[in-house]
Structures are given as structure tokens and as C-alpha cells.
């Protein structure tokens, strides 16, 4: 069965930084797009970084372009989001995603358009 489990979420101040790290199973990590998106209280999940391996293509949103980035391990099947200079406005859920290339666009992710999720894993970014 395909499985991704988020781990490495916390309380942090703001300007510190956190690593994510998602675990992925059941599948091949290089055929999917692999997303990570944030949902934080009363506001819609949104798209936060995406990588394609088989593109060669990332996407930063606006928000976190140049503090945030995305990698992968591909022989411990691990995608990992290096979060710095954090800010208050990056507490949420943030989750792991994976989609068929087909239908999810590494260019513009949208949760709608991924088929399997991680649990979700909380930062919190307080002073």
C-alpha cells in the first residue's frame, strides 16, 4: 500500500528553522509528483513546494521562495522540506503529497489534483 508518514514538526521561533522529512513507501518515489502543502486554521490547504524528478522541475510559492527548500533521498525514499527563517505566518499542518504526473502540475499543485497523503505534521512558529 502506498504510505507517506511526515515527521519533524515543532515549536520554533520565529527566524529558526525545521526539517521535514516524509517517508515514502509501496511506490515508486521518482514516477510521482511529490508536493508539500500547509493548512493552517480556518484557511484552505495550500501549495507550498512540488518536485518532479522525471521533469527536473521544483516550484516555490511566493510565500516561502528563498527560505524554503525541497529535496529527496531517493534510497531511504525520503522527500525532505528545509524550512529557515521561519515566520509566524508558516504555522500550520504541513503534509506530504503524492500525484500522478498526468494530472498533478509540479507548476501549480493543487491538494484537489494529489492522490495520496501523509498524516500531517504541526509547526508551530511562536516567540
Known amino acids: 500500500q502506498v504510505q507517506l508518514v511526515e515527521s519533524g514538526g515543532g515549536l520554533v521561533q520565529p527566524g529558526g528553522s525545521l526539517r521535514l522529512s516524509c517517508a515514502a513507501s509501496?511506490?515508486?518515489?521518482?514516477?510521482?509528483?511529490i508536493g508539500w502543502f500547509r493548512q493552517a486554521p480556518g484557511k484552505e490547504r495550500e501549495g507550498v513546494m512540488s518536485?518532479?524528478?522525471?521533469?527536473?522541475?521544483?516550484y516555490y510559492a511566493d510565500s516561502v521562495k528563498g527560505r524554503f527548500t525541497i529535496s529527496t533521498d531517493n534510497a531511504k525514499s525520503t522527500v525532505y522540506l528545509q524550512m529557515n527563517k521561519l515566520k509566524l505566518e508558516d504555522t500550520a499542518v504541513y503534509y506530504c503529497?503524492?500525484?500522478?504526473?498526468?494530472?498533478?502540475?509540479?507548476?501549480?499543485?493543487?491538494?484537489?489534483?494529489?492522490?495520496?497523503w501523509g498524516q500531517g505534521t504541526q509547526v508551530t512558529v511562536s516567540s
Open positions: 518536485i518532479s524528478t522525471s521533469e527536473g522541475a521544483l
Open positions: 503529497a503524492a500525484g500522478e504526473p498526468l494530472k498533478s502540475k509540479w507548476y501549480d499543485p493543487r491538494a484537489e489534483e494529489f492522490d495520496y
Open positions: 509501496g511506490f515508486t518515489l521518482d514516477y510521482y509528483v
